[in-house]
T-cell receptor, first 114, second 112 residues
């Protein structure tokens, strides 16, 4: 058990809808990362937060947004969903958010857009 | 930006045989390198990491990797494969920009 909790585990929704994925980091970790994993794109870095502030941005679409709250949990909001957004979304946390700090991953949220 | 290339999307070995999973990286600054393993329906777990110091890094479950700057490689090895090693393995690189980039993954199959 990594200590990172993601909810829900599965989500099925229709195109055009909006969903929110939630992540609770490992106790004591200040940094949260979001990744998207799909068969054709592999594991893609979306965004990183450290202690409530955005620290790094990857291949995140404008339709997607995220935030980290004062209690350090994070939410990833996906809107105007398209079929191609179907994927496994992982949250990971690290203690310092530094480049040499390993990531601890949750078990992911599997999003299916129909 | 930094990147990693994992050679071979699928590797199959017999139980007891040597495991060699290849990873080459590209980075304009000294990299931090990681190997992660993903079992079905789970998130990624850290196997080992290289930050500074000794170039041969030992990880969990008997895996190790060697950082070779001249070859820009960080290959993962295990002397003797076990059935429980069957999983997907990801090499990752990180630099001072803080975003960790993952390779495409290598699926390891272990035959009895």
């Amino acid at each position: 058990d990594s200590g990172v909790t993601q909810t829900p585990k599965h989500l099925i929704t229709a195109t055009g809808q909006r969903v929110t994925l939630r992540c609770s980091p490992r106790s004591g970790d200040l940094s949260v990362y979001w990744y998207q994993q799909s068969l054709d794109q592999g594991l893609q870095f979306l965004i990183q937060y450290y202690n409530g502030e955005e620290r790094a941005k990857g291949n995140i679409l404008e339709r997607f947004s995220a935030q980290q709250f004062p209690d350090l949990h994070s939410e990833l909001n996906l809107s105007s969903l398209e079929l191609g957004d179907s994927a496994l979304y992982f949250c990971a946390s690290s203690s310092t958010g530094g480049a040499n700090s390993p990531l601890h991953f949750g078990n992911g949220t599997r999003l299916t857009v129909t | 930006a930094q990147s990693v290339t994992q050679l071979g999307s699928h590797v199959s070995v017999s139980e007891g045989a040597l495991v060699l999973l290849r990873c080459n990286y590209s980075s304009s600054v000294p990299p931090y390198l990681f190997w992660y393993v993903q079992y079905p329906n789970q998130g990624l777990q850290l196997l080992l990491k290289y930050t500074t110091g000794a170039t041969l890094v030992k990880g969990i479950n008997g895996f190790e990797a060697e950082f070779k700057k001249s070859e820009t490689s960080f290959h993962l090895t295990k002397p003797s494969a076990h059935m429980s090693d069957a999983a997907e393995y990801f090499c990752a690189v990180s630099d001072q920009n803080n975003d960790m980039r993952f390779g495409a993954g290598t699926r390891l199959t272990v035959k009895p």
